[in-house]
């Protein structure tokens, strides 16, 4: 039998694309089907429990074998993620790219936890013990009550847990690519492996009421590693998003059972670790001198409004095809855009190769960007300065109408508190046309 890593569906014999979830060479020989007709015999499970159904006027909200308590990383842009807390037996998977600092982000929450004197279980599965005290001497943390496991055998790490379950009240696993099961015949790292080491750590968080945070990397399309059922099984699911050549990192929240879905945390990574961005005020330089091509807008990133800096570089063209690229935003949208000035300003944008570029490293999807964006190529196309006081947010539309953003008030009243004094919105400017 074979089955697709991407959604778990079972096939008799091999072939090149998923019919259920239309991934190419994602369907692998399954170790672990059993032919009946081998003769082989399940392992016996014993008698089951019986297991009564309840009355939803029998449900308490206090479940007696699940403490009461919640913890706090005290780490505040981490938290709001979380929902505010963890809860006992949560269980949160943390993915991003290699080095984005997700390690780091981990060892910083690691020394608040146990500082509230929680004894922590640190599994280490990429690092030996030594490189992480490396780390943590390098980044001036101090890390007590904290074990580290340098195990990678989930049945061996159970065991562990089990044992010595009253002095454990936190894990944390780095990374799940590295565990393995020995129940399963296939390498470290593999769908299967992963899928079963996921299965016994989410099963012993659960039976023995311990919040888990587990470590995950991403692929180059933007996946997490490993089987889609992954994301299913834990109760939150973190992404460690950023450019490693900024300094900028944004925690989003993809899943998360116990909280909101639009809480989001800005980082900033500095020589000491990561650095917390509590005021956008951090994310940009209001004293810079003005420059042809450069405005501000504001963005949300979850339900927080962000001042972004857009830029745009607009030169003559030397090729029949003229150039288009662009660093944070929708190559696809800056196509309309270019449309929208040529129909309604009657500027020929084919005269001239663009480039536009959020700095910092961030990636914004925000449709409120789009004013923003066409000013900044208005101005380097004409070669106007627009004063740093000035702001623009506004969804452009192909008739060139100026439109409504959500939470603009939100926006406004932000972007009065970080001392724009002019704000270009639909309320100012209806149509592109009144640009002329």
Same mark, same amino acid.
């Given at each position: 039998?074979? #089955?697709?890593?991407?959604?778990?569906?079972?096939?008799? %014999?091999?072939?090149?694309?998923?019919?259920?979830?239309?991934?190419?060479?994602?369907?692998?020989?399954?170790?672990?089907?059993?032919?009946?007709?081998?003769?082989?015999?399940?392992?016996?499970?014993?008698?089951?429990?019986?297991? %009564?159904?309840?009355?939803?006027?029998?449900?308490?909200?206090?479940?007696?074998?699940? *403490?009461?308590?919640?913890?706090?990383?005290?780490?505040?842009?981490?938290?709001?993620?979380?929902?505010?807390?963890?809860?006992?037996?949560?269980?949160?998977?943390?993915?991003?790219? *290699?080095?984005?600092?997700?390690?780091?982000?981990?060892?910083?929450?690691?020394?608040?936890?146990? !500082?509230?004197?929680?004894? #922590?279980?640190?599994?280490?599965?990429?690092?030996?013990?030594?490189?992480? %005290?490396? $780390?943590?001497?390098?980044? /001036? @943390?101090?890390?007590?009550?904290?074990?580290?496991?340098?195990?990678?055998?989930?049945?061996?790490?159970?065991?562990?847990?089990?044992?010595?379950?009253?002095?454990?009240?936190?894990?944390?696993?780095?990374? #799940?690519?590295?565990?393995?099961?020995?129940?399963?015949?296939?390498?470290?790292?593999? =769908?299967?492996?992963?899928?079963?080491?996921?299965?016994?750590?989410?099963?012993?968080?659960?039976?023995?009421?311990?919040?888990?945070?587990?470590?995950?990397?991403?692929?180059?399309?933007?996946?997490?590693?490993? *089987?889609?059922?992954?994301?299913?099984?834990?109760?939150?699911?973190?992404?460690?998003?950023?450019?490693?050549?900024?300094?900028? $990192?944004?925690? &989003?929240?993809?899943?998360?059972?116990?909280?909101?879905?639009?809480?989001?945390?800005?980082?900033?990574?500095?020589?000491?670790?990561?650095?917390?961005?509590?005021?956008?005020?951090?994310?940009?330089? *209001?004293?810079?001198?003005?420059?042809?091509?450069?405005?501000?807008?504001?963005?949300?990133?979850?339900? $927080?409004?962000?001042?972004?800096?857009?830029?745009?570089?607009?030169?003559?063209?030397?090729?029949?095809?003229?150039?288009?690229?662009?660093?944070?935003?929708?190559?696809?949208?800056?196509? @309309?855009?270019?449309?929208?000035?040529?129909?309604?300003?009657?500027? /020929?944008?084919?005269?001239?190769?663009?480039?536009?570029?959020?700095?910092?490293?961030? /990636? =914004?999807?925000?449709?409120? @960007?789009?004013?923003?964006?066409?000013?900044?190529?208005?101005?380097?196309? !004409?070669?106007?300065?627009?004063?740093?006081?000035?702001?623009?947010?506004?969804?452009?539309?192909?008739?060139?109408?100026? $439109?409504?953003?959500?939470?603009?008030?939100? &926006?406004?009243?932000?972007? !009065?508190?970080?001392?724009?004094?002019?704000?270009?919105?639909?309320?100012?400017?209806?149509? =592109? !046309?009144?640009?002329?």
């Amino acid at each position: 039998m074979y #089955i697709c890593s991407n959604c778990q569906t079972e096939y008799a %014999k091999w072939q090149g694309k998923c019919d259920s979830c239309n991934e190419w060479s994602s369907i692998e020989e399954n170790p672990n089907f059993v032919d009946k007709k081998k003769g082989k015999k399940s392992k016996s499970l014993g008698k089951p429990d019986i297991v %009564k159904p309840v009355k939803f006027s029998e449900l308490s909200n206090n479940d007696s074998k699940t *403490p009461s308590f919640e913890i706090k990383t005290k780490i505040s842009e981490f938290d709001n993620t979380l929902g505010g807390r963890i809860l006992p037996g949560q269980v949160i998977l943390l993915a991003g790219a *290699p080095g984005i600092g997700k390690s780091t982000l981990s060892l910083e929450a690691v020394e608040n936890l146990s !500082k509230q004197n929680l004894n #922590i279980l640190y599994i280490t599965g990429e690092e030996s013990p030594t490189q992480i %005290k490396n $780390r943590a001497d390098r980044l /001036k @943390l101090k890390l007590v009550n904290v074990s580290f496991f340098p195990e990678m055998n989930v049945n061996a790490i159970r065991n562990y847990v089990a044992s010595n379950r009253s002095k454990i009240d936190f894990i944390i696993v780095d990374s #799940i690519q590295t565990l393995y099961s020995p129940n399963v015949t296939s390498t470290t790292g593999s =769908v299967s492996q992963i899928s079963e080491s996921t299965n016994e750590l989410v099963n012993l968080a659960k039976g023995f009421s311990i919040p888990t945070i587990i470590i995950g990397h991403i692929t180059k399309s933007g996946d997490i590693a490993g *089987p889609k059922i992954l994301e299913h099984m834990v109760d939150t699911v973190l992404y460690f998003e950023g450019d490693k050549k900024y300094n900028l $990192r944004i925690l &989003r929240v993809k899943k998360n059972r116990f909280g909101p879905t639009d809480e989001v945390g800005i980082f900033k990574m500095t020589e000491d670790g990561l650095k917390e961005i509590k005021d956008t005020k951090e994310l940009f330089d *209001p004293s810079k001198q003005s420059e042809p091509g450069s405005v501000f807008s504001m963005v949300l990133e979850g339900n $927080r409004s962000v001042v972004v800096e857009v830029q745009a570089l607009a030169t003559k063209t030397y090729f029949s095809i003229p150039r288009r690229t662009a660093s944070g935003f929708e190559l696809n949208r800056l196509h @309309l855009l270019l449309a929208v000035i040529d129909k309604k300003l009657h500027l /020929k944008t084919q005269e001239y190769d663009i480039y536009v570029n959020i700095t910092g490293g961030i /990636k =914004v999807k925000d449709p409120g @960007l789009d004013f923003a964006v066409l000013w900044a190529i208005i101005s380097s196309i !004409k070669n106007i300065q627009v004063p740093r006081q000035n702001i623009f947010f506004g969804e452009v539309g192909l008739t060139g109408e100026i $439109r409504k953003v959500i939470m603009q008030e939100n &926006r406004e009243k932000e972007a !009065k508190r970080l001392g724009f004094t002019s704000l270009m919105t639909n309320k100012v400017i209806k149509n =592109v !046309k009144e640009l002329k």
